[in-house]
């Protein structure tokens, strides 16, 4: 499999937001339906016209309330601005010892987490929680195999999110909007297990997929409880 990673080109971002047609989970077009939804989803879920409450004390803080949609999708941006930074810093300065195309691929991965989290703050708006700035203890950006092992351990983490949180939410459309998400962040995953195992089966190994072939699922406390400690401040969260 490892080959066949070596020379796949992972599709860039533009294939998720700035190419997408309008009405679809991603692009301008979808931004500005998406602010509907939230209009909409605002009023499904019991907020006031003005999207006052919970949801609007949130916002511009690091309270995280999962007591409703807008909460679980600011978690998800949290996550995947940890991510963009984290493969930022990564093609900033590689680990010399990166074998022949695997900066490409991290690079890819960026740009995919990157595309996620642009879209989440534009969808967001006012609604948005401020991410703290990140801080990387234990990881080693020097060699590939602390590069690779912080990657896989993101990136499980993210899939595991998402899968727990995704229960929570209320709106099917944002349920979709995760879903998609969430489908690229364990293709992530899969790509960089096989980068540290090769012709192995960790690609979809035991520790990440069950018997019956479901990925693992953390609840959005297990999740905060591991990414916590690479934000300079933590966050506060509600309704867990």
């Known amino acids: 499999m490892s080959n066949m990673i070596e020379h796949h080109e992972i599709p860039g971002p533009e294939a998720y937001v700035d190419s997408a047609p309008v009405g679809s989970p991603w692009g301008n077009g979808s931004r500005r339906e998406f602010l509907k939804l939230a209009a909409a989803g605002a009023a499904s879920l019991g907020l006031t016209t003005t999207m006052s409450g919970c949801v609007i004390a949130a916002a511009g803080t690091r309270k995280l309330d999962f007591r409703d949609d807008f909460g679980i999708l600011n978690f998800a941006y949290a996550l995947e601005t940890l991510e963009s930074r ?6 900033a300065s590689p680990p010399a010892d990166l074998r022949s195309g695997e900066l490409q691929i991290l690079k890819d991965i960026g740009d995919h987490e990157k595309a996620h989290a642009r879209f989440l703050k534009r969808s967001l708006q006012v609604l948005r929680v401020e991410v703290p700035m990140s801080v990387w203890p234990g990881i080693d950006f020097t060699r590939r195999q602390g590069v690779l092992t912080a990657a896989r351990n993101f990136e499980d983490l993210g899939v595991a999110g998402y899968n727990g949180a995704g229960t929570r939410l209320r709106l099917a459309e944002f349920l979709t909007i995760a879903g998609k998400i969430v489908s690229v962040e364990a293709r992530h995953a ?8 090769p012709n192995s089966r960790d690609f979809a190994g035991d520790d990440v997929v069950d018997a019956n072939g479901l990925d693992r699922v953390l609840e959005p406390g297990e999740v905060l409880a591991q990414a916590q400690k690479y934000f300079a401040e933590p966050y506060r969260a509600v309704g867990l």
């Not at 984290?86 to 093609?91: C, G, L, P």
């Not at 899969?190 to 195992?197: E, F, M, Q, S």
């Open 86 to 91: 984290f493969y930022a810093k990564v093609v």
């Open 190 to 197: 899969a790509v960089i297990r096989d980068l540290l195992n």
